[in-house]
Nanobody, 125 residues
């Protein structure tokens, strides 16, 4: 069982930056594929970014070039650096983890076994 705890959300103006963090419990963090998803009010949860065990990354087109996902296995932590934020980035951001290596892009929420509680990001214009 893996527990995920997100932090770093907040309110910023358009064009600003935030860095989200997600700390995972357990000793096997390095074996998990980690990802960030987000869900805006009235919308479905959508993929933001994923990072594999070897550092492979995948990004949604909507955040490509503005966001960077990274991981620090020594700290059991995955980060999402978000720059040039837009009002449409407003959402609850969720950290997710999976030990399933069958996927190619890891962009579907049903590919993940563990989820955090989420952290709110609000971008004002």
């Amino acid at each position: 069982q893996v527990q995920l705890v997100e932090s770093g959300g907040g309110s910023v103006q358009a064009g600003g930056s935030l860095r989200l963090s997600c700390v995972a419990s357990g000793r096997t963090f390095r074996s998990y594929v980690m990802a960030w998803f987000r869900q805006a009010p009235g919308k479905e949860r959508e993929f933001v970014a994923a990072i594999g065990r070897s550092g492979f990354t995948n990004y949604a087109d909507s955040v490509k070039g503005r966001c960077t996902i990274s991981r620090d296995n020594a700290k059991n932590t995955v980060y999402l650096q978000m720059n040039s934020l837009k009002p449409e980035d407003t959402a609850v951001y969720y950290c997710a983890a999976t030990g399933n290596y069958a996927s190619t892009w890891y962009a579907r929420s049903d590919e993940y076994d563990y989820w955090g509680q989420g952290t709110q990001v609000t971008v004002s214009s």
